[in-house]
């Protein structure tokens, strides 16, 4: 299974202080799931703050036509939960381990101690939060204005590369379908426009992006938005 829509936010991780870091490790249970299990149901009201360490976790939803949607997939570093803790929500998607996976959990009573003995965690968790939520207003507006081969295209380029070769992108078109919530038809007609367009090429449970920059440069043309300024 591809890493789709793999979620390149920063992670809580990677903003926390190493003093607060150790303190986080130190309180948190890890759990250790195998591929494919469920960590946690869309519906579940358990309260907790979780941070992948290895692995890698997918979120998403089966619809009751039997589609499913892939709406992100989460890294070693980021975190999910944080709504149960401070808004009483309860999770909105089904989480899974992709690869074998270790995540942190931290409950209620854990999270709330950590605030109290180390109070820089309420900004590391406001930020990337934030970020998180920044990034999925953009993600909207692409669906909403972006023509399919270029929504794709964009897709393309957040993927990780493939480990031995930076330019192929481990993923079929049936993944790409279920991320984009789409046929695999249409999403098989936006890929051969692409490939006509001499951006990218096909292959086995693959795609090649042939020229970095110029995909970027036909996505360029094609955006209905001026970019917003990298962070």
């Not at 469920?38 to 992948?52: E, N, T, Y």
């Amino acid at each position: 299974m591809a890493d789709l829509l793999f979620s390149d936010a920063p992670g809580i991780v990677e903003l926390m202080p190493e003093a607060v870091l150790r303190r986080v490790r130190a309180a948190a249970k890890p759990m250790r799931y195998r591929d494919g299990q469920l960590i946690h149901a869309r519906g579940d009201l358990k309260r907790g703050l979780s941070i992948v360490r290895s692995g890698a976790v997918r979120f998403g939803n089966a619809g009751e036509d039997g589609s499913y949607v892939t709406t992100t997939v989460m890294g070693p570093g980021q975190s999910f939960g944080e709504f149960t803790l401070f808004a009483d929500l309860p999770r909105t998607h089904d989480a899974t381990a992709v690869g074998a996976t270790v995540v942190d959990h931290l409950d209620q009573t854990r999270v709330n101690r950590l605030l109290a003995e180390a109070p820089e965690l309420w900004r590391v968790l406001l930020v990337a939060t934030t970020k998180r939520l920044h990034d999925a207003l953009e993600l909207l507006d692409d669906f909403r204005r972006l023509p399919l081969p270029a929504l794709t295209a964009k897709l393309l380029l957040t993927l990780p590369p493939a480990r031995e070769d930076p330019d192929v992108v481990a993923c079929n078109q049936t993944d790409l379908a279920f991320s984009l919530g789409v046929s695999r038809v249409s999403i098989g007609k936006a890929l051969a426009h692409l490939q006509r367009a001499k951006l990218v090429v096909l292959g086995y449970r693959t795609i090649t992006i042939k020229d970095r920059a110029a995909l970027k440069s036909w996505l360029a043309r094609h955006r209905v938005l001026a970019p917003l300024p990298s962070y």
